[in-house]
């Protein structure tokens, strides 16, 4: 059974930072794409990070996307968090190898609380 299962979600106050953890099941994630994507309370789901399956990681702005294929998992850590970042994670991977021709895959995601 191909499946993806993240971990690592909770709850963290402002200013702090959390990884979040994705591993695969059933597949090898070496050879996909893999991104990161949120979903707020009431807001549509967005897209955080991703990287082709020749990338290693990729840094954008608070967060880090990063892949370890030894272990068959995916790694989000984030820093510097603020309530706005409150949201269900999920991970997700791709098998066309790049990002721009979207993901196959999806894990059922962790929840992150951002609050004091």
């Known amino acids: 059974q191909l499946q993806l299962v993240e971990s690592g979600g909770g709850l963290v106050q402002p200013g702090g930072s959390l990884r979040l953890s994705c591993a695969a099941h059933?597949?090898?994630?070496?050879?996909?794409?893999i991104g990161w994507f949120r979903q707020a309370p009431g807001k549509e789901r967005e897209g955080i990070s991703c990287i082709s399956s020749t990338d290693q990681d990729s840094v954008k702005g608070r967060f880090t996307i990063s892949r370890d294929n030894a272990k068959n998992t995916v790694y989000l850590q984030m820093n510097s968090l603020t309530p706005e970042d409150t949201a269900i994670y999920y991970c997700?991977?791709?098998?066309?190898?790049?990002?721009?021709?979207?993901?196959?895959?999806w894990g059922k995601g962790t929840l992150v609380t951002v609050s004091s």
């Open positions: 997700a991977a791709g098998g066309r190898r790049l990002c721009i021709y979207g993901m196959d895959y």
């Open positions: 059933g597949f090898t994630l070496e050879y996909y794409a």
